[in-house]
Every structure is written in structure tokens, then in C-alpha cells.
């Protein structure tokens, strides 16, 4: 008789990829949260600003009302990340004004980011920060 294996082989290079791509993207989302956490304490009138989940993902927004618009982390299968922006707010369309050559844009609400390297800190900040204090700029 035959006996059956019942453990799984996992070929070296899936799991070392897997293992790759979580550093990146935890050094990215490390990244991207001290960037929201700077854009806060740098923007007047934003003061605290409250972590939630929103479908499952970050989200941060002042924590006093009608100060800022949210901006919500999204973690992209490719291992890249996005900053998640409230769509029928007329900020994505704003930024891209401001920094078509320098941000990756996509559609009406994302900015996506590749990798923790190739950050473009100070457009993401003002972004986040436009965002921030996107109803006291109204």
C-alpha cells in the first residue's frame, strides 16, 4: 500500500519572495504613516489626528469635525501601496494640478506609491496635508 504525504512542499523562491515583498511593503506602510503623522503636526488647525479601519484599511482624519477629509492606506497586490482619498472631494484633481510629473495618480481618489525608496516625500505631504485641512481651505 501507498502511504499519502500530507505536508505541503513550498518552493525557496515563493517564500522568499513572499518574505521580500512584506519588508517592502511594511517599510512602505511604516513610511506612508509618518508621513500622515508629519503632514498633521506640520498643517494649522488640524490637531489630533484618529487612526480607524474603513473597510478593513488605516484611515486617518482629524480628530475635530469639519477640519479635514480622510486619507485611508491601501495595500496593492504588486506589493506597492496607495493613499486613498475621498472621491467626491475635488482633491485628487488638486493634486494632479499640482504634481502630475511627480505622483502616480489614479482616477479620482488614489495616489499609488511603488516603494519605499523612491518616496516623493514633500508632494505627498502637501497632498496629505491638502487633505487634512481640505474644509477649512473651502
Same mark, same amino acid.
Given at each position: 500500500?501507498?502511504?499519502?504525504?500530507?505536508?505541503?512542499?513550498?518552493?525557496? @523562491?515563493?517564500?522568499?519572495?513572499?518574505? %521580500? /515583498? /512584506?519588508?517592502?511593503? +511594511? +517599510?512602505? =506602510?511604516?513610511?506612508?504613516?509618518?508621513?500622515?503623522?508629519? !503632514?498633521?503636526?506640520?498643517?494649522?488647525? $488640524?490637531?489630533?489626528? &484618529?487612526? *480607524?479601519?474603513?473597510?478593513?484599511?488605516?484611515?486617518? !482624519?482629524?480628530?475635530?469635525?469639519?477640519?479635514?477629509?480622510? $486619507?485611508?492606506?491601501?495595500? %496593492?497586490?504588486?506589493?506597492? /501601496?496607495?493613499?486613498?482619498?475621498?472621491? %467626491? +472631494?475635488?482633491?485628487?484633481?488638486?493634486?494632479?494640478? @499640482?504634481?502630475? =510629473? =511627480?505622483? %502616480?495618480? @489614479?482616477?479620482?481618489?488614489?495616489?499609488?506609491?511603488?516603494?519605499?525608496?523612491? @518616496?516623493?516625500?514633500? !508632494?505627498?505631504?502637501?497632498?496629505? &496635508? /491638502?487633505?487634512? *485641512?481640505?474644509?477649512? !481651505?473651502?
Amino acid at each position: 500500500a501507498l502511504k499519502s504525504c500530507s505536508h505541503s512542499v513550498q518552493h525557496p @523562491i515563493s517564500r522568499n519572495w513572499h518574505r %521580500n /515583498m /512584506m519588508a517592502v511593503a +511594511t +517599510t512602505l =506602510d511604516q513610511r506612508l504613516r509618518s508621513l500622515i503623522v508629519e !503632514a498633521a503636526a506640520s498643517s494649522d488647525g $488640524v490637531g489630533e489626528i &484618529a487612526e *480607524t479601519l474603513k473597510w478593513g484599511q488605516p484611515s486617518f !482624519a482629524p480628530k475635530k469635525p469639519r477640519i479635514g477629509s480622510s $486619507v485611508r492606506l491601501q495595500n %496593492n497586490d504588486d506589493g506597492s /501601496m496607495s493613499l486613498m482619498f475621498i472621491c %467626491n +472631494t475635488n482633491l485628487v484633481e488638486r493634486f494632479r494640478e @499640482i504634481y502630475a =510629473d =511627480d505622483l %502616480n495618480f @489614479i482616477g479620482n481618489r488614489e495616489i499609488k506609491v511603488q516603494d519605499a525608496d523612491n @518616496i516623493p516625500e514633500n !508632494a505627498l505631504k502637501h497632498c496629505i &496635508a /491638502m487633505a487634512l *485641512t481640505y474644509h477649512l !481651505a473651502k
